[in-house]
């Protein structure tokens, strides 16, 4: 009896080698995966949760006054010290004008008492001389008393000629005595005189000083109602309107610096155990796709999670507490050269590759930075225009003998 089931299916060599076939591509597939996730994955951390962010300039008025001029307006290109908004410079004009003034006069007034110095000191010569003179008259007057004095027993001189020159000595005294009150009292003159004069240079004297500072401040309001712009940028947002009265730190536009601009990616905590200042940074933007990579670099992690140092940062010590894995902001530089090539704009999408190989760098910046910062020379010329002005008023009205 055959033992054979009829209805057994026939082996399909074909079907077995497709099958075979699928099998090794996956055995391969999953072998390619492996190594590039142990040689090439398992050293990269990714995120998409990045943004482009710089430097927002406000500018912001340091006197009150009402807008005449915009010379700007969004999306323009400015240049460092390039005038942005005026402000009607009426009141600080006259300001300025009145300050002028005063410092002229008080110039005039210390170069009059600088000069009175050496007339009160020829007065102090000629007043001792006239009090050696009256001192004397007063000698000669008492030996001439003394003489008739001694003559006057005998006889010798008349009674009435006697007093008379009892008399010439009484009026010696007081003749001494006014030119010793006159010698003292011009001596005090000088002296008071001398204390509100006392300065080496006239540019020292206090009154000179206090009138140049006055000038100082009111030259700076007018330069200052033209507002100029701190660095070259573009203005990314415009708030005032001409005629509109603004106040001191009234935000009147805002500026961008779209050359100096960096990544902010927020990477989650579990994938910061990796992360090193100094790591480089492989990144594409959303804006121009995958064909467009720029190259950075780590230059600082967040000092907290963006929670920490939200509005309203969260309460975890409640009940009903669920655990949300947080995210910390990572500072990345990118090339310059890259971001002049194909500019990018603050709040634009980032995606996120670090090479976390080389795990020689800083988890936590370590050093203080020395290099100064962020800084501006747009408003160096005010002030040394200023200082130019006093200089020329001062040498104008200083009068010397």
Known sequence: MNSSLPNSP????????????????????ALSFSTWQWFNARNLE??????????VVQITPQIAGTVVSIKVDETDRVLQGQILVKMDPSDTQLAFDQATDQLAQSTREVSAQTINNAVLEEQVKIKQS?????????LKAQDDLARRN???????VGKEELEHAAKQVDVAKNLRASAQAALQSTKD?????????????????????????KLSEAALAVQRSHLVSPIEGQVAKRFVQLGQRVAPGTALMTLVNLDQLWVEANFKEVQLRNIRIGQEVVLTADVYGSNVVYHGKVSGLGSGTGAAFSLLPAQ??????????????????????????????????????????????????????????????????????????????????????
Not at 46 to 55: E, F
Not at 150 to 156: E, L, R
Not at 191 to 208: F, G, K
Not at 336 to 345: A, G, Q, V
Request: net charge positive.
């Open 10 to 29: 026939t082996p399909n060599p074909s079907r077995q080698k497709g099958l075979t076939l699928i099998a090794v591509a996956a055995l391969v597939c």
């Open 46 to 55: 990714n995120t998409d949760n990045a943004y482009v962010t710089g430097n």
């Open 130 to 138: 006239d009090l050696e003179r009256a001192q004397l008259e007063l």
């Open 150 to 156: 001694a003559v006057a027993s005998i006889g010798g």
């Open 189 to 213: 003159q000088l002296l008071a005189n001398r204390a509100l004069t006392q300065s080496a240079s006239i540019y020292e004297h206090p009154a000179v000083k206090k009138a140049a500072s």
């Open 316 to 401: 975890n010590a409640t009940g009903n507490w669920i655990k949300i894995v947080q995210r910390v902001p990572v500072r990345i530089t990118l090339d310059p050269n890259e971001l002049k090539l194909n500019p990018l704009r603050i709040g634009l999408s980032m995606d996120v590759s670090v090479q976390t190989a080389d795990k020689s760098g800083e988890f936590i910046v370590q050093s203080p930075r020395l290099d100064g910062g962020l800084s501006t020379r747009a408003f160096e010329s005010q002030s040394k225009e200023s200082n130019e002005l006093i200089q020329r008023i001062i040498k104008s009205n200083a009068v010397s003998k």
